[in-house]
């Protein structure tokens, strides 16, 4: 019983350090995160200061629309945006749902506010403009706080499809802990083996 059981310790250790190391190969978490906008209605759409960096330090942002509509994607100092933005309706991504993969917003302002279309703004580090679509990536090296804002031309809702996508971020894998047991496991299975087998040899001899 006592070969038995140091036997079945020396597959259990290499089952698990063969998951282990899946876990750190095959099925390694992916460092990518995507997070796509419900519906929204709001002239604008913006991020609260920090929620560039939400998972992690590298964003691509893609935007889509109606088929000949102008897409604006631009991203300015918090400050500015604000001062840009005023008292214009927006929604306004907080947060991601990773398990969905959908962002969180709020919505804030009022509809009647009166802005100035976006890409003639002087407002942004970094922008982008199209028909149809338009996409950008971040970070910019610079310090400091930072807003995403994305519209048409400032008079109508902002475009439907929003896709932001982070890299980046050292995910978290449990390849290590699983790859450490199964070391251990092996170990003491082949230790506890060559004990009994050294034993029974023993006996043998006597």
Request: proline content about 5%; hydrophobic content about 45%.
């Amino acid at each position: 019983m006592a070969r038995i059981l140091a036997a079945l310790i020396v597959v259990a250790g290499g089952v698990v350090l063969a998951v282990g190391g899946l876990k750190a190969t095959v099925w390694a978490p992916s460092d990518v995160v995507v997070g796509t906008l419900g519906t929204h209605g709001q002239k604008f759409v913006t991020t609260e200061v920090g929620a560039l960096a939400l998972a992690g330090p590298r964003l691509q942002v893609q935007v889509s629309g109606a088929a000949g509509d102008p897409v604006f994607v631009g991203i300015g100092r918090a400050s500015d945006v604000d001062a840009y933005l005023g008292e214009s309706a927006t929604d306004r991504i907080t947060g991601l749902d990773r398990e969905t993969g959908t962002l969180i917003t709020t919505t804030s302002g009022r509809d009647q506010a009166e802005v100035l279309d976006p890409a003639s703004a002087d407002v942004w580090a970094v922008s982008a403009l199209g028909p149809g679509s338009a996409k950008l990536s971040w970070p910019d090296t610079s310090s400091g706080q930072w807003r995403l804002v994305i519209a048409t031309d400032g008079s109508r809702p902002a475009p439907e499809n929003v896709t932001l996508t982070w890299s980046g971020q050292e995910p978290e894998n449990s390849a290590p802990a699983w790859i450490a047991v199964g070391v251990v496991l092996l170990v003491a299975g082949l230790v506890g083996s060559a004990v009994l087998w050294s034993r029974a040899r023993g006996r043998r001899a006597s």
